[in-house]
């Protein structure tokens, strides 16, 4: 089945400490990957998207993400982490078509320790 | 800017009572949707949308009924409630595919006592 597994429940930081959260997907062909964030109260707000083409993505608020074929992943990264980054980020993926409907990972939420 | 709007923010029901759960876009996006989020359960599609007078079930539907009269509209109808439908319900909704980015409204969180 289609799937998308966000393997960390938590995860903690000091600020400005680099981030990675990791996302694994299970498709047949390449998928469309989405990384969001859900600050407390509030939706998701998406941080980026992959549907082809370059490999590294480039995100608001300083977020990047890779897809790696080989290793089913689409990390997401963040060089240097600010306490504003406190939140939960999601992972989603679809399989390409448009009547293929967006899995979502069940999220990591992220401590930002000062 | 309103994007989605979600009317009320925080509800508290009695088992059996019915309530319906407002959802509105300004955006004139074809696409919309309705979720629940569980805690450490991510979010599951209840109803989606692909325009006015379309609907169809998704992954967690009983218990819920939805309409689309109009683009902007698309409210999700607990007719019975029930101490499972507990949840925070988050609105969504994408110009086109069902697999484009989707914008959230701010969630209704729900509780059925």
């Known amino acids: 089945a289609q799937s998308v597994t966000q393997p960390d429940i938590h995860i903690t930081v000091s600020e400005g400490a680099s981030l990675e959260l990791r996302c694994n997907y299970s498709y047949g062909a390449t998928p469309y990957l989405f990384w969001y964030v859900q600050s407390p109260g509030q939706g998701l707000q998406l941080l980026l998207k992959?549907?082809?083409?370059?490999?590294l993505v480039q995100g608001i608020k300083g977020f990047e993400a890779e897809f790696k074929r080989s290793q089913s992943s689409f990390n997401l990264r963040k060089p240097s982490v600010h306490w504003s980054d406190a939140a939960e980020y999601f992972c989603?993926?679809?399989?390409?078509?448009?009547?293929?409907?967006?899995?979502f990972g069940k999220g990591t939420k992220l401590t930002v320790n000062p | 800017n309103a994007g989605v709007t979600q009317t009320p923010k925080f509800r508290i029901l009695k088992i059996g009572q019915s309530m319906t759960l407002q959802c509105t876009q300004d955006m004139n996006h074809n696409y919309m949707y309705w979720y629940r989020q569980d805690p450490g359960m991510g979010l599951k599609l209840i109803y989606y949308s692909v325009g006015a007078g379309i609907t169809d079930k998704g992954e967690v539907p009983n218990g819920y009924n939805v309409s689309r009269s109009t683009t902007e509209d698309f409210p999700l109808r607990l007719e019975l409630a029930a101490p499972s439908q507990t949840s925070v319900y988050f609105c969504?909704?994408?110009?086109?595919?069902?697999?484009?980015?989707?914008?959230f409204g701010d969630g209704t969180r729900l509780s059925i006592l």
């Open positions: 992959y549907f082809s083409g370059d490999t």
């Open positions: 989603a993926g679809s399989a390409q078509g448009g009547s293929e409907k967006l899995v």
């Open positions: 969504a909704s994408s110009y086109t595919t069902l697999n484009q980015p989707q914008h």
